[in-house]
């Protein structure tokens, strides 16, 4: 079984910044793509932004410019520097990638809050 878990996020005033983490652990043979997802209360889940193995990246159009995804392969872990922060980033936050272990598999992990406010 493989496991993502989140770390980093919290309370932030408006134009601050926060790094979140998701490190993979278990049977790993090799990560592909990995993303970032969020969830904002009352709103479905969206995509924020990916990263491939080669790291080539894509970001939603509500955070270009102001957050960076980075993967280190050697620590099974991704990153998203998120500055500038606003009001609008205020959400659950979730890591995903697809992890070939037994076969190439879809996992998520438990979430971490962001919360942007003043």
């Known amino acids: 079984q493989v496991q993502l878990v989140e770390s980093g996020g919290g309370l932030v005033q408006p134009g601050g910044s926060l790094r979140l983490s998701c490190a993979a652990s278990?049977?790993?043979?090799?990560?592909?793509?990995m993303d970032w997802y969020r969830q904002a209360p009352g709103s479905q889940r969206e995509l924020v932004a990916t990263?491939?193995?080669?790291?080539?990246?894509n970001y939603a159009d509500s955070v270009k410019g102001r957050f960076t995804i980075s993967r280190d392969n050697n620590k099974n872990t991704m990153y998203l520097q998120m500055n500038s922060l606003n009001a609008e980033d205020t959400a659950d936050y979730y890591c995903?990638?697809?992890?070939?272990?037994?076969?190439?598999?879809?996992?998520w992990g438990q979430g971490t809050q962001v919360t942007v406010s003043s």
């Open positions: 995903h990638a697809k992890v070939r272990d037994w076969g190439w598999n879809d996992y």
């Open positions: 990263i491939t193995i080669g790291g080539s990246t």
């Open positions: 278990g049977r790993i043979v090799s990560i592909g793509d």
